[in-house]
């Protein structure tokens, strides 16, 4: 089957996943057919951001592993990172988010790259609501002229940029700080500001850029919402044996 590793918003970007091989085979010596991937996943992606100082959440557990893969719907659903506000509050909305957890969920992008094909489009094309809190006729900022270090016009389209400049292994509220500013690496990261017509998503980011202990309160609810999304249990699904596979 075609494999959802394989899909535009993953292929060559999507990394990491020998750590989550290695709890499997850990826990299928000690516990086989117990612990499910998409369990791991759930508790890694919680570790992982508390040991980069983050909050912590209880991780809800029972999931089942999918009988197959979805190729078609990682590129459907997987926001792109040129996305308008518009498509990103549709897109959240379709998975039952609302837009409060897309602006907790979007401050996961203190931590982690991109590649430069994702942010390309970002540095290059005029668009205003890509460039906010710059001098619309000033091309050559400081944050730009690093991003055009990294990323050229053309070519070089898998090297990698922090998503957060400021404080890239840190996990805190400075991507907040950075979309303010116009800083943000995505433009799906700056629209939130830029096509924000009422106020409320810029306030919203305001009161995280000010208030970290909000925004972790914040991000683990959403977490904890989003890891209930379309989950599998009973005959629904399976436990595998290996994390890349289907059990035989």
Partial sequence: MA???????NKDSLRGFEVIDKIKYLLEEECPLTVSCADILAIAA????????GPRWEVLLGRKDSLESSFSGANLLIPAPNSSLEALINNFAQQGLDIRDLVALSGSHTIGRARCVSFRQRI????QEYHYGYDRYNRYTSFRRILESVCPVTGRDNKFAPLDYETPKRFDNHYFINILQGNGLLGSDNVLISQDYDGKIT???????SNEELFFKSF???MIKMGSINVLTGDEGQIRKNCRFVNA
């Fill in 3 to 9: 494999s959802e590793k394989e899909a535009g918003p």
């Fill in 46 to 53: 919680r570790d992982a951001v508390l040991l980069r100082g």
């Fill in 124 to 127: 290059y094309q005029e668009k």
């Fill in 203 to 209: 306030e919203m980011v305001w009161n995280y850029a």
């Fill in 220 to 222: 683990a609810k959403s």
